[in-house]
């Protein structure tokens, strides 16, 4: 155990580690003879004795151990200009950065007389890059100052001789940003950092407070933050609501939905007058929003069925059956008599499904012996009444006195009754008379 101890610490110095070791070894033997006491003859006087030699002891060994850290040497590199020594650095990369950096500064001259070699040297001896740098600068140049390198998030923008040079820049920036942003808090977005570095009394280097300013405020680039007012929408929620009114699959907005507005008292935060960041700070509601209600069929359905469109008119009702557009025979005289109603066909009419043109009771359903075949009447209030005549047989969905809504499905077209092919009859009647039910469609 000791060995190990003192192999680490002889390795600082590179000692005879075995010889350290020995001596330690005999040390301890020695601190253990001390203590090699007769318990029945032991005084206080020998325990204070052997006390004080103990303490004496590990002062020995404390101050040996310290002795060797300190004394114990390092690799490093020796940078030299000509025959004299500038310093040395604890790697070959920081001899790169210092001697790299010193060219750069001095811009010219002889730096062939700049040399390394490979060094063994105490630890208080090893200097950093930027200080052999200067160094080197100092040797190879006759007249230099001590200068301020202005760096802005670690890039270096600018040269100094007074740091005030570089401090009425950054002020300026500033007066100037808050001439533009009043009612705002401005800061830099980026660190702006000085470094005193040895610079050629004459160096090109050197930079203008106009120019610094110039570079700042592209580099440092202006941060700035204001309350801003704002309305905003809140949007609004989809509501589903399930109905028997329609099949399994098929789906009515009942009500569509509409934004609320809320007023906004924001932190906007600019980088350049860029838009970078906005947090809520106050939020006042001025309408709720309105939620959308979607009504979703739940109504069973053992005939296959997609989903259908009901086709809103200008008129007073919806287009009272799905997929079929065309008139086929229009209210008034014709070659059969006067016709009270409007006639809708189209390809494929048979089973194709009849709507209501708007929400009413049903007030009468099933088989009429006027010629009506199966039909439906539907009772909107105001003495108003919509009627769909020639129903495929078992296709009516819906019965006297249910209440229905606009497009609501109530049976396919068929061909029963006093018909001459599938097609939809369908009367608009007011206060019992029945009338064109073109306008009520939207047609005129
Ligand atoms: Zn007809």
Redesign the pocket.
Known sequence: MFEKLFYRISDLGKLPSRIIASIFKQIVRFVKNVFKFNKSSVSKKAIAIRCVVLVLVAAIITSTAFMLSKNSRIDAICISVGDKVIGYTNSQTDADIAKANALKILGSGNFDNISEAQARVMAHEIKSSSDISDLIVKELCEDYINAYEIYVADKLIGVVKNPNEARDAINNVYTLANKVYSNSTSSFSQSIKLSQRVYPADSKSFTSTEELQTKINSEAKILYAQCEKAYADTPYETVEVQTNTLFVGDSRIRRDGTNGKEYNVNLVTYIDNQKVYTEELMSIPITAPVSRIVERGVRANNLSMGEYTVLQTTGMFCWPVVDLYTVT?PYGHRSLGY?Q???ISGANASGKFIVAGAGGVITEAGWSTGGYGYYVKIDHGNGVETLY?HMLENSIMVNVGDTVVKGQVIGKVGNTGYSFGAHL?FEVRVNGNRLDPAPFLGLQ
């Open positions: 025979s016709h109603g409007i006639d005549a009859h």
